[in-house]
């Protein structure tokens, strides 16, 4: 059974910055894509960032030069480095894995980003 642990959430004001991470327990192999989406209240979950196997990676045009998507592929962990936080990137965010007949999601972790 895999699970996705996400941490490092919270309370920030704008401006500033914090570090997501999720890590996989469990069993898994050849993951070709891992990612992060959210969702704020009443909006559809969205991509954020993502990156794949091989290192490409693509972000939403809201967080473009302010988050860093990273992986440690032996660890089987992503990370999300978000700087210059605003209101508007208050949401559950989740973390995603998938690969060949599997797609694997964390249970959230909230930010909020408030003064």
């Known amino acids: 059974q895999v699970q996705l642990v996400e941490s490092g959430g919270g309370l920030v004001q704008p401006g500033g910055s914090l570090r997501l991470s999720c890590a996989a327990s469990?069993?898994?192999?050849?993951?070709?894509?891992m990612g992060w989406y959210r969702q704020a209240p009443g909006k559809q979950r969205e991509l954020v960032a993502g990156i794949t196997n091989v290192g490409v990676t693509t972000y939403a045009d809201s967080v473009k030069g302010r988050f860093t998507i990273s992986s440690d592929n032996a660890k089987n962990t992503v990370y999300l480095q978000m700087n210059s936080l605003k209101p508007e990137d208050t949401a559950v965010y989740y973390c995603n894995m998938r690969g060949y007949r599997y797609n694997y999601w964390g249970q959230g972790t909230q930010v909020t980003v408030s003064s």
């Open positions: 469990g069993s898994i192999f050849s993951i070709n894509f």
